[in-house]
């Protein structure tokens, strides 16, 4: 089986103004299906970028970058959109829900853009709402839901696609230790039970420890270490 | 992403900001309510006019001459004496190219004769509804101690719905064409009495020369010793006279008689009386050398059409017998194409506001994106594509110019109705006839909203393709 990631050789770079940045520079990482990987590093580091790229939201400068064999450099933006809406499910530190959506609407919207007919939408977005423990509440609008509950329907929201690849950027960082527990707790759920494979960044070298199956550490745009738990 | 969906999407989006959403569409409503009314002035203008000159019977008549001498045809304008036994070519100031043929391009049978026989042949042409006689005829009027020389018309039963005809002044029109009835002008029945109201039901006496033998002079009086001696052939003239009651008083004489349409003289008689005393009566020299066994000819014929759509048809056919013949119809069409430009300018003029809320539509879909930035970068992450977040933006402004033309249309129509209302009563004041200036036809309630719907989705274009083009990253930095 093909691998969820194989990344060669990857450079980013940015222009600002007359000065480039090197965000990226040669970086090489493979990811088996079902791996939990943490993203180490600093901010500035490069870690956010690399889960960018991964996610299509940004094209690589020079390198290889596959997920499931699919190579995303080559991508028109057209292509990309697609990346995004099928493969990959994204979760954010700050959740990015629709305010003026409620918690079933932001997980169908998704499915909207992949051209689910809108019964299925809705019953689906009510069985995911479920399965992340949000059942009955999804006529809530996230300023009534707390920070861990809006998560949650970010990620119901990530997986309405069902997407192989979960990319979560910082995902507990807006959220108390407790909350950040549970959180954690679900995507290694989603990991374990439905073998979803998890790459997530973070800052925070214990909660990559305890949940994630390797950690790579990352500095100046490059990796400087990889350890597995 | 189906259209459903988008729809559903973008008036879930117009929703959320309901102040910024009431005040764009009420700038385009404003801009549409004055494009619409503007139009809807023009064509309610247009309708008017044409209203009142199909009415005046003067579009759906045709007037048929003979073809004199020199200048075939010819509109006869106004017949004056009726001495002239063929069409006068009169210098004509009216524009009808097609009533001049000449009779080198026209395969010329004979000059047909306007006689009674010419009245059948024209009857039976398809679209024809009614031929009649033009005919005046000089007659004495005597009234108590008033007596004049005036010109009196034949009016046919079927002039009832037309013209001048249609509201008269006092009375009615003629109940029947066989009485011995007569209808006045109201100028004429000034002269004949302080308050012409009085007048209807007075009886005139109206008095005419015939040949003394003239077998069908209606007889009444024996021959007038006061008439000179003017056959030198021996031929006596007496004088016939013959009662009429006045059943109705016309409130005006008919604008211009342009081809001789018209027939509201000072003294209107029924069609059959007209031509009876036309058959008989002598007025000069001239027509005492007709030959009295000889049936008279008309000087001119008016041919009614069945509908406007047919008169130039009929036309045509009319002079293809060897006619000729003359309408209105060719003016008509040349005020239709005024007001078409008429309608050009009064919607450029309503556009100006259009224009305005086009501005209004772009700044609101620009401030709308702007604030909706983060929404915009989140869904391009979750896989809205390029052409979706366009597709929402432009269904967006569409609804907005929607929502605004339909507003529009009713806010100017209502409008149109307070304006129109306000003018009739200034109109009713001044004593002239109301009526409907403002008209709105379906299709420029389609039109308007149709326009209006284009006009924002163009407005939204240039904000649609940004909101498109935004990169995601940046958008989801956005606050």
């Known amino acids: ?229 | 992403m189906t259209w459903g969906d988008t729809l559903r999407l973008a008036f879930r989006n117009l929703g959320q900001a309901r102040v910024r959403t009431a005040l764009t569409v009420g700038g385009v409503s404003i801009g549409i309510a004055s494009l619409s009314g503007m139009v809807s002035l023009g064509v309610g203008l247009q309708d008017q006019l044409v209203d009142r000159f199909t009415k005046s019977g003067m579009f759906d008549s045709i007037t048929v001459t003979t073809m004199s001498l020199g200048r075939a045809g010819g509109p006869a304008g106004r017949m004056a004496g009726r001495g002239r036994a063929t069409a006068t070519p009169a210098p004509s100031p009216t524009p009808a190219p097609s009533a001049t043929p000449t009779p080198s391009t026209t395969p010329t049978p004979a000059p047909a004769k306007l006689d009674d026989e010419a009245i059948k042949t024209l009857s039976a042409l398809p679209s024809v509804k009614a031929v009649y006689p033009m005919l005046r005829v000089g007659l004495q009027v005597k009234l108590g101690g008033y007596a004049e020389f005036t010109t009196a018309s034949g009016v046919p039963m079927g002039a009832k719905e037309e013209g001048a005809f249609q509201s008269m002044a006092h009375g009615s029109f003629f109940a029947s064409d066989t009485e011995d009835a007569c209808m006045v002008s109201m100028d004429y029945a000034k002269r004949l009495a302080d308050d012409p109201g009085t007048l209807v039901g007075k009886t005139l006496t109206l008095s005419y020369a015939v040949p003394a033998k003239a077998a069908s002079a209606p007889a009444s009086e024996p021959v007038a010793p006061d008439l000179p001696a003017l056959g030198a052939a021996g031929l006596q003239l007496r004088r016939v006279e013959t009662p009429c009651t006045i059943v109705g008083i016309v409130e005006r004489e008919t604008g211009p008689a342009l081809g001789g349409a018209s027939m509201v003289t000072g003294l209107m008689l029924p069609l059959p009386k007209a031509r009876a005393i036309y058959g008989v009566q002598i007025t000069n020299a001239q027509s005492l050398l007709r030959d009295q066994t000889e049936a008279r000819t008309y000087p001119s014929l008016s041919v009614k059409v069945d509908s406007t759509r047919h008169t130039q048809d009929v036309e045509d056919k009319i002079k293809a017998l060897g006619y000729s013949a003359f309408s209105l119809n060719d003016l008509l069409q040349g005020a239709k194409r005024a007001f078409i430009l008429l309608d050009v300018v009064l919607g450029l003029i309503g556009s100006i506001a259009l224009a305005v809320s086009l501005l209004m539509v772009m700044n609101t879909m620009i401030m709308s994106i702007l604030e909706r930035t983060r929404e915009i970068g989140v869904m391009k992450a979750i896989g809205g594509s390029d052409a979706a977040i366009r597709k929402i933006f432009l269904i967006e402004a569409s609804a907005i110019g929607f929502i605004g033309g339909v507003v529009g249309v009713a806010l100017g129509w209502v409008l149109g109705r307070v304006i129109n209302f306000g003018v009739n009563i200034y109109i009713e004041r001044q004593g002239g006839t109301t009526g409907n200036l403002f008209s709105t036809p379906f299709w420029l309630v389609a039109g308007a909203i149709g326009f209006s719907i284009l006009v924002s989705l163009a407005a939204g274009i240039f904000p649609a393709r940004r909101a498109a083009r935004l990169d995601p990253i940046n958008a989801l930095r956005h606050d």
């Not at chain 1, 490069?46 to 995303?72: H, Y």
């Open chain 1, 1 to 229: 089986m093909a691998p969820a990631l194989d990344i060669a050789h990857l450079t980013k770079h940015y222009r600002m103004g007359h000065t480039v940045v090197r965000a990226l520079y040669g970086v090489s990482l493979t990811v088996p299906p079902g791996e939990f990987v943490g993203l180490l590093g600093t901010s500035g580091s490069g870690k956010s970028t690399l889960l960018n790229l991964i996610a299509g939201l940004d094209s690589p400068t020079e390198g290889t970058l596959r997920v499931f064999d699919r190579d995303l450099a080559g991508m028109s933006r057209q292509e990309l959109s697609e990346h995004r809406s099928k493969s990959v499910g994204i979760i954010f530190q700050s959740f990015n829900l629709i305010s003026t959506m409620t918690a079933s609407e932001n997980v169908a919207l998704s499915m909207m853009f992949a051209g689910v007919p809108r019964a299925q939408r809705e019953q689906r977005a009510a069985a995911l709402l479920e399965s992340v423990g949000l059942g009955g509440r999804g006529q809530h609008r996230p300023k009534e839901l707390s920070g861990g509950e809006q998560q949650r329907v970010a990620i119901a929201r990530a997986l309405a696609n069902e997407p192989e690849l979960l990319l979560a950027d910082e995902p507990t960082g807006n959220l108390d230790s407790k909350t950040s527990g549970e959180i954690m707790t679900l995507l290694r759920r989603l990991n374990e039970e439905r073998r979803k494979t998890v790459i997530m960044v973070t800052h925070d070298p214990g909660l990559a420890a305890k949940y994630a199956h390797r950690t790579v550490t990352m500095l100046d745009g490059t990796i400087v270490s990889e350890v597995i738990a």
